[in-house]
């Protein structure tokens, strides 16, 4: 089965960039996608299709996917983006494939 | 404004079948580029992707789960709802419908699904 790995954790500096990564076998011949989760909230697609963002998220948001791994970079981190973040692909066998998320502390 | 709203029982028995219904307005259930699934998260864990539906009844299922999960569709309601059978304390969790969005990969040849709508989640507890 398809499988996603992604850190634990990361920690950023408020104004800072933030990186998250996502491995996967050949995931950038996928499209990958990111999702933000605050805590008691359901989760929020950040970004589509690798790049894309949907309406309404901010444009320090973006993405990447090349190689076996896909990126969510978030600019000038605010204290606001600090949550979980999961990406998230697709396979012809398993489907619907989550990371196993990461946590983003702003400190 | 679409928007999906899960029902169903908070509590349910070990062994007992666990039956919730998302509800969706604002919106057509009905509608080709769309299907309609459920995902869950343990406390304190992950996101784990359960299964999926069209309204024309095609359906995709973790494999993992398949064995013990029927989703289905009513149209004439806008609902779509999940059975999973055999539970026990395992299968505590939230429990989050969503929209899942079809974009065509020109190169895998097959529809990439993502979830850009989600309801505000239903906490199922198994205990006795």
């Known amino acids: 089965s398809y499988e996603l790995t992604q850190p634990p954790s990361v920690s950023v500096s408020p104004g800072q960039t933030a990186s998250i990564t996502c491995s996967g076998d050949?995931?950038?011949?996928?499209?990958a996608y990111w999702y933000q989760q605050k805590p008691g909230q359901s989760p929020v697609l950040v970004i589509y299709?690798?790049?894309k963002r949907p309406s309404g998220i901010p444009e320090r948001f973006s993405g990447s996917n090349s190689g076996n791994t896909a990126t969510l970079t978030i600019s000038g981190t605010q204290a606001m983006d600090e949550a979980d973040y999961y990406c998230?692909?697709?396979?012809?066998?398993?489907?619907?494939?989550f990371g196993g998320g990461t946590k983003l502390t702003v400190l | 404004q679409l928007q999906l709203q899960e029902s169903g029982p908070g509590l349910v028995k070990p062994s007992e079948t666990l039956s919730l219904t998302c509800t969706v307005s604002g919106g057509s259930i009905s509608t080709t580029s769309y299907y309609w699934g459920w995902i869950r998260q343990p406390p304190g864990k992950g996101l784990e992707w359960i299964g999926s539906i069209h309204y024309t009844g095609s359906t995709y299922y973790n494999p993992s789960l398949k064995s013990r999960v029927i989703i289905s569709v009513d149209t004439s309601k806008n609902q779509f709802s999940l059975k999973l059978r055999s539970v026990t304390a395992a299968d505590t969790a939230v429990y989050y419908c969503?929209?899942?969005?079809?974009?065509?990969?020109?190169?895998?040849?097959?529809?990439?699904?993502?979830?850009?709508?989600w309801g505000k989640g239903t906490t199922v507890t198994v205990s006795s």
């Open positions: 998230q692909t697709w396979d012809s066998i398993t489907y619907v494939v």
């Open positions: 969503a929209r899942h969005y079809g974009e065509w990969h020109s190169k895998d040849y097959y529809y990439y699904y993502y979830m850009d709508v």
């Open positions: 050949k995931l950038g011949d996928k499209y």
């Open positions: 299709q690798n790049t």
